[in-house]
């Protein structure tokens, strides 16, 4: 089932993407027992929005043996144990919304990745054999990252947490074709107008999905509708303004956003 967020002249909801191509709205939140409102719309007259917004993203750095390596001047060897950091819900954004690159920056990165959404039952202490029950389903993220500030600050809070360094989509997959949810072994790209940079798949994780919900859930309680970032394979590369990136998952589809410069304007009002 491919749930939703969406925004149509009546307000935002959540909804279950057809066979049909039509969303069927649904009440409330996606958690739990789905009921139907009886509305029904076609993709043209809405618009996808990140299909959940998080508390928190949990991400997971280096993860990914092939990118460790290209990596290795900036953030060292392969961890022993997963390397966690956090990105604000404020840097969520979902599938046709722009990735804004920061005043002065010329090295922002794209980092395809799949995202973990937790389930109505969180997670908090449990096990590897207990991790996939915290699962709701899964989506695509692009853990956008500026990798001159990564490299300058140390630690990654403003190189990863810029508005817009999380897109999310353009759905959530909670039955994957075949598999359910055992997400171990798909495919992952990333094409910058149509360029393949990024290939990866999930079985090569150093940390599979697994041990990363059991070991995040030992550190703070993941609630329902939160995001883990699983890890990048290699290939990450810059991008600018006026480019386009998509993010594949196989039986995830596609997330594309494109790129502009961040705007100036402040909530006290006017440029700054």
């Not at 990564?150 to 630690?155: A, E, I, M, V």
């Not at 947490?161 to 055992?182: A, K, M, N, Q, R």
């Not at 596609?254 to 009002?269: W, Y």
């Amino acid at each position: 089932m491919r749930i939703v967020r969406f925004a149509s002249p009546q307000g935002m909801s959540f909804g279950v993407l057809d066979g049909d191509g039509q969303v069927a709205q649904i009440e409330g939140h996606p958690f739990g027992q789905i009921s139907f409102t009886g509305a029904r719309y076609e993709q043209a007259d809405i618009r996808l929005l990140s299909p959940i917004l998080p508390s928190k993203v949990v991400c997971v750095g280096k993860n990914y043996a092939d990118h460790i390596a290209e990596m290795k001047g900036l953030t060292g060897d392969a961890p022993t144990e997963p390397l966690l950091f956090l990105k604000p819900s404020t840097s969520v954004i979902g599938p046709g919304d722009a990735i804004r690159i920061p005043s002065g920056s010329t090295n922002v990165h794209h980092e395809a990745e799949l995202a973990v959404v937790i389930g109505a039952r969180g997670a908090r202490n449990v096990s590897p054999e207990q991790a996939l029950s915290s699962v709701f389903g899964y989506t695509i993220g692009n853990d956008v990252t500026e990798r001159d500030m990564q490299r300058s600050d140390g630690q990654w809070t403003r190189a990863k947490g810029f508005d817009s360094f999380c897109p999310l989509g353009p759905w959530i997959e909670t039955d994957l074709p075949g598999v359910g949810l055992d997400a171990a072994d798909l495919e992952v790209t990333c094409t910058v107008d149509g360029e393949r940079r990024q290939h990866g798949r999930t079985s090569s994780l150093i940390f599979g999905i697994p041990t990363l919900i059991s070991y995040i859930s030992r550190v703070m309680t993941l609630l329902p509708g939160d995001v883990v970032l699983t890890g990048t394979p290699a290939g990450v590369g810059p991008i600018r303004a006026g480019q386009r990136v998509e993010c594949t998952i196989e039986g995830l589809g596609t997330l594309a956003n494109s790129v502009a410069d961040a705007d100036a304007v402040s909530t006290a009002g006017g440029a700054r």
